[in-house]
């Protein structure tokens, strides 16, 4: 029998884009809990267990839906480092 839902637990929700999972988005919400908290990528990659690449996507894909917020802190030398927070901080 078909589930005439897009996922297995039922309810109105709407369809994620391709390679964002939601397990995933949950856990990586948990880690912004606290709005003092912040995050790199490879941070989030590291507690989580994923890739930096899919770790940037997933806080790509919060700071696109106002969830998060995206600083950039520039070093000496190097890439700028992205730092993300909750964007309940203000």
Known sequence: ????????????????????????L???RDLFEDPQVRHTAESVAQQIGLSRTTARRYLEFFSANDQLVAEIIYGKVGRPQRIYRSASNG
């Open 1 to 24: 029998m078909k589930c005439s839902t897009p996922y297995a637990r039922g309810g109105d929700q709407t369809a994620l884009p391709t390679g964002i999972d939601e397990l995933t």
């Open 26 to 28: 949950m856990k990586i």
